[in-house]
């Protein structure tokens, strides 16, 4: 099996092909995923919010994020290995970010970091990139600043924000991005956006001009109960599931039907 690497990804943008990404926190949904052909595995800081049940991504640390990419990393062969860096992990001088960057690089099996931002962290991102580390950009809805956003809403939606997101776009694939991420904005800006650049774009909720789509995987597979945003399409129930498998697993504890005689020694 071959391994999807960054250029790989930058191939496909140049052969026109889409990019797979679905998120993975832990080394049996990574193999599984793996196994079903998903190109590039975000272990994104969402497990915050998936995994950890945080109403934010704000309190997940490089540690968490340090032992789920490693539970990942176990459970791929031939996917790409994306790692988030977390809140408060990359924001202060660009020194810090290196630190936090290699870190990563380090411990986890991680093959590139994703960070959230544009123009604030350009020489952040330069030094990382520098130290030859692959680097994913993200624009539109960058959940580490919902404190400054107040909602989960469309983002880019106003011009200046929008003139801003296509500027931002464009350096960093100046400062040698590899990807971007583009998170819920409009499907119009988000083709303009990735007709501009000769670096893939991944959207999720920014429609289907982008050159990849990412999604995160409870919630395609239906297993975050209640999350049913406009962009998602769930592609298992997986949460009701779960429910009737554990119900009647009791059930059979409890009137003796588990285990029978064939499922003992
Ligand atoms: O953490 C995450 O799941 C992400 C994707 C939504 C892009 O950053
Ligand atoms: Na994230």
Redesign the pocket.
């Known amino acids: 099996i071959k391994r999807v690497t960054t250029n790989t990804i930058l191939d496909m943008k140049a052969n026109g092909d889409k990019v797979s990404m679905l ?1 993975a926190y832990d080394y049996s949904t990574a193999r599984a995923l793996d196994e079903a052909g998903i190109d590039v595995l ?1 272990v ?3 497990a915050a919010n998936v995994f950890a049940g945080y109403e934010t ?1 704000l309190p997940i640390t490089l540690d968490h994020m340090i032992y789920h990419a490693s539970a990942v990393a176990r459970g791929a062969k031939r996917a790409l290995i994306l790692v ?1 860096l977390p809140f408060g992990e990359y924001q202060g001088t660009p020194e810090d970010a290196f630190k936090s960057a290699v870190r990563m690089m380090k411990e986890s099996g991680a093959h590139a970091l ?1 960070l959230e931002g544009g123009v604030e962290i350009l020489d952040n991102i330069k030094k990382i990139i520098d130290a030859g580390i692959p680097v994913c950009g ?1 624009l539109g809805l960058t ?1 580490q600043s919902i404190n400054k956003f107040g909602t989960f809403g469309v983002r880019a939606q106003e011009e200046a924000e929008a003139e801003k997101l296509k500027s931002d776009a464009l350096a960093l694939q100046e400062i040698g991005c590899f990807a971007i ?1 583009l ?1 819920k904005i409009p499907a119009k800006l988000a083709k303009e956006v990735s007709e501009s650049l000769s670096i893939p774009t991944i959207g ?1 909720g920014a429609g289907n001009g982008c050159d990849g789509q ?1 999604l ?1 995987v409870n919630d395609m597979l239906g297993f975050t109960k209640d999350f049913k945003p406009k962009f998602l399409r769930r592609y298992m129930e997986m949460y009701d599931g779960i429910v009737e498998a554990a119900a009647k697993y009791a059930e059979d504890v409890k009137s003796g039907n588990y285990p029978n005689e064939s499922e003992q020694y």
């Open positions: 998120t975000l994104g800081d969402s991504t988030d994703k993200h959940p991420v998170e999720i990412v995160v």
